[in-house]
């Protein structure tokens, strides 16, 4: 079982930049396609973006794309999430997960590992 630690989430403004980090405990982390959900209260949790387990494809959210930018770095065990043009919308818990079903699919409910999660507030 992968461990995942978030890090990287705070106060951000509007139009301006974030980092999330997630650092994953596991020798295998080239076998695990990862992802970004993120949750606000009372919506369910939404895949934001993921990448496949060599970084060659990668999915994002309507409402992320050009702005979001997954990457993953197989020498440090770390996946990261670079958030630009930050809106008061992006607002949320950001939750790291992982999947190693042997499959670079991008469906929400393959992913069974998580992080605790890291909160992200935009301010306008």
């Known amino acids: 079982q992968v461990q995942l630690v978030e890090s990287g989430g705070g106060l951000g403004q509007a139009g301006g930049s974030l980092r999330l980090s997630c650092a994953a405990s596991v020798r295998t982390f080239s076998t695990y396609a990862m992802g970004w959900f993120r949750q606000t209260p009372g919506k369910e949790r939404e895949l934001t973006a993921a990448?496949?387990?060599?970084?060659?494809?990668?999915y994002y959210a309507d409402s992320v794309k050009g702005r979001f930018t997954i990457s993953r770095d197989s020498a440090l065990n770390t996946v990261y999430l670079q958030m630009n043009s930050l809106k008061p919308e992006d607002t949320a818990v950001y939750y790291c997960a992982a999947q190693a079903t042997g499959f670079d699919t991008f469906i929400p409910m393959v992913y069974y590992s998580w992080g605790q999660g890291t909160q992200v507030t935009v301010s306008s």
């Open positions: 990448i496949s387990r060599n970084g060659g494809s990668t």
